[in-house]
Nanobody
Framework: QVQLVESGGGLVQAGDSLRLSCAAS????????AGWFRQAPGKEREFVAAINWSGGSIVYADSVKGRFTISRDNAKNTVYLQMSSLKPEDTAVYYC?????????????????WGQGTQVTVSS
């Protein structure tokens, strides 16, 4: 089992930055790929970014490319999502997930573990 706890969400203005953290406990988190997803009210959960176990492979959704940065610190069992130039359309609950494969971390259906989510609200 892997337990994931997100933090760092909040209410910000358009153009501001936020850093989300996802702290993991349980099984060896460093062996898992990790992903960030988000879900806005009335919409389906969507992929945001993923990182492989070592941090050597990273992929972003087109909607956040150039503005968001995913990273991980395996010594701290933590994955981060640095969000810059935030837009109102980034408003959503952000979820951290863990998957046994890098590709799996890009697909909500293939993620094995999920955090409880953290709310990000961007005002215009």
């Amino acid at each position: 089992q892997v337990q994931l706890v997100e933090s760092g969400g909040g209410l910000v203005q358009a153009g501001d930055s936020l850093r989300l953290s996802c702290a993991a406990s349980g099984r060896i988190f460093s062996s898992y790929a990790a992903g960030w997803f988000r879900q806005a009210p009335g919409k389906e959960r969507e992929f945001v970014a993923a990182i492989n176990w070592s941090g050597g492979s990273i992929v972003y959704a087109d909607s956040v490319k150039g503005r968001f940065t995913i990273s991980r610190d395996n010594a701290k069992n933590t994955v981060y999502l640095q969000m810059s130039s935030l837009k109102p359309e980034d408003t959503a609950v952000y979820y951290c997930a863990a998957a046994t494969t890098y590709r799996g971390a890009t697909l909500a259906s293939q993620c094995d573990y999920w955090g409880q989510g953290t709310q990000v609200t961007v005002s215009s």
